[in-house]
C-alpha cells in the first residue's frame, strides 16, 4: 500500500513538470508508464524491470521525448535490485545525456533522486517488515513447541510420581507382611501355646480375648495389604510386563483416563496371562495387538493376534472358561471368538464395578 501511494506521488510530480498534459504524445506515455510500472508491480522481476526501462527509454528517445518526465517512476522499480550507489551514479548520467531534451533537467534529476531514495527507503521498511514477521512467526513457533515440550514434561512428571506412589505403596505392604505380619503371627502362635497350657480358668477368658483380638487384628493387616499391593500395580507397566512373556511382537493401546478398580485390575490382568499364555501354546501368531479403554459406562478389553490356527483346531483346555467366569462374576460381557485371528473381547459395566457415572 505504502509503495502505490509513493508511486502516485512520483507520477504526480511528473504530470507537474509536464509541458503539456493534454497532448496525445504525453497522454501516450502516461499511460504507458502506468502499464509498465504496474507489471513490474505484479511480477517483481530484475530481467522483466530492466527490460522495461530499455523500452521506455527508447520510446522516449526516438518517439516521444515528453515522456521523459515518468522516467523517475520506471527508476523507482529498479531499486531494490541494485546497489543504492549504483542507480544514483546511472541516474546523473542519464540525466546528463538527456539535458538537451529536457528543459528542466535540474528538476528532472532531483525528482530521480526522490524516486530512488523513496524506492530505497521502501524496500528497506518492507525487508524490515518481512524480518519482524518472521521473528513473530519464529516467536510463535517456539513458544508453541516450548508449551508442548512443558505439556511433555507435566505428563512424564506426574506419571513418574504415579508410579513412585504405587512403589511406596507396595514397599508399605511388603513391609507391613514381613514385619508387623510376622510379629503378630508370633503372638497368636505364642496366645495358642499359652492356652493350651493354661490351668487357670479364669486366665482363660482372658486369652481367648486376646487370642480373638490378635486374629481381628491380622486378618485386617491382610486386608490392608492386600488392597496396598492391587494398588500399588500400575496397569500399564503390569501389561507390558505379561506382553514381554510373548513370543509375538505386541502393541499395547492404552487409554485410561481414571484409575480403574483394583477387582477389575486384577481382573484384566489375569485374563491377559491366559490370553498370552494359550497364544504362546496354541497358536502361530506373529503380532498381538491389545486394547485396554475407558467408555462412558464401561471399562473395555481387547486382545487380538493374526494366528492362523482356527479354533477347531485349537484345544485351549479350562483357560478360556476360567476368564468368561471371572467377567461374569463382575457382571461384564466376555466373547472369544475367530476371525482372521483370535480375538477376546470383554467389556465390564462401570456401575457393576462400583464406579459412579457421574
Do not use: W
Not at 180 to 208: E, K, M, P, Y
Amino acid at each position: 500500500m505504502l509503495t502505490l501511494f509513493i508511486k502516485a506521488l512520483i507520477l504526480g510530480l511528473g504530470v507537474f513538470m509536464a509541458d503539456s498534459v493534454l497532448s496525445a504524445s504525453f497522454l501516450v506515455t502516461l499511460l504507458i508508464s502506468i502499464t509498465f510500472t504496474g507489471l513490474n508491480q505484479y511480477f517483481s522481476t530484475k530481467e522483466l524491470a530492466l527490460g522495461l526501462l530499455g523500452t521506455f527509454l527508447l520510446i522516449v528517445t526516438f518517439f516521444l521525448p515528453t515522456g521523459l518526465v515518468f522516467l523517475p517512476l520506471l527508476v523507482f522499480d529498479l531499486v531494490s535490485y541494485f546497489e543504492l550507489k549504483t542507480i544514483v551514479f546511472l541516474t546523473l548520467i542519464g540525466n546528463v545525456f538527456f539535458i538537451n531534451f529536457f528543459e528542466q533537467s535540474t528538476l528532472l534529476l532531483f525528482v530521480h533522486l526522490v524516486a530512488i531514495l523513496m524506492s530505497y527507503m521502501t524496500s528497506e521498511m518492507e525487508r524490515l517488515s518481512i524480518m519482524n514477521r518472521n521473528m513473530r512467526d519464529d516467536n510463535f513457533e517456539q513458544k508453541s513447541k516450548l508449551k508442548e515440550q512443558n505439556k511433555t514434561l507435566m505428563d512424564t512428571y506426574d506419571n513418574e510420581v504415579h508410579i513412585a506412589k504405587l512403589q511406596e505403596r507396595s514397599r508399605i505392604a511388603r513391609d507391613i507382611h514381613d514385619n508387623i505380619g510376622h510379629a503378630l503371627s508370633r503372638a497368636l502362635l505364642q496366645t495358642g501355646a499359652l492356652q493350651s497350657i493354661n490351668q487357670d480358668v479364669q486366665l482363660q477368658s482372658h486369652l481367648d480375648g486376646l487370642q480373638t483380638t490378635l486374629t481381628d487384628s491380622m486378618n485386617s493387616i491382610r486386608n490392608s495389604i492386600h488392597d496396598l499391593k492391587d494398588e500399588g500395580v500400575d496397569l500399564a507397566s503390569a501389561i507390558k510386563d505379561i506382553l514381554q512373556g510373548s513370543r509375538a511382537t505386541s502393541h499395547l493401546n492404552y487409554d485410561l483416563t481414571e484409575p480403574i478398580p483394583n477387582h477389575v485390575k486384577h481382573c484384566f490382568l489375569i485374563i491377559l496371562k491366559e490370553a498370552i499364555t494359550n497364544t504362546n501354546k496354541h497358536s502361530n501368531a506373529t503380532k498381538i495387538d491389545v486394547t485396554v479403554a475407558e467408555h462412558p459406562a464401561l471399562f473395555q478389553l481387547l486382545v487380538v493376534d493374526n494366528g492362523t490356527i482356527p479354533p477347531n483346531k485349537v484345544d485351549p483346555g479350562i483357560g478360556l472358561e476360567n476368564i468368561k467366569e471371572r467377567v461374569t462374576e463382575l457382571g461384564g460381557y466376555c466373547r472369544a471368538e475367530y476371525r482372521g485371528g483370535f480375538r477376546i473381547f470383554i467389556t465390564i459395566p462401570k456401575d457393576k464395578a462400583g464406579v459412579s457415572n457421574d
